[in-house]
């Protein structure tokens, strides 16, 4: 996570922290294989 949450925005209702480093990964690994990145994002 590049952007640190504050103390109001971890407490917020309507604020959620993703982590997106898994599907980057694997977004990644996919191009590197030259498989499809497209399901992916569905």
Known sequence: DS???TDATKES?????LT???LIGEAIR???DESSV???FD
């Open 3 to 5: 952007i640190l949450a």
């Open 13 to 17: 209702k309507s604020i959620r922290i």
């Open 20 to 22: 997106i480093a898994p």
């Open 30 to 32: 996919r191009i590197a």
């Open 38 to 40: 497209s399901s992916l």
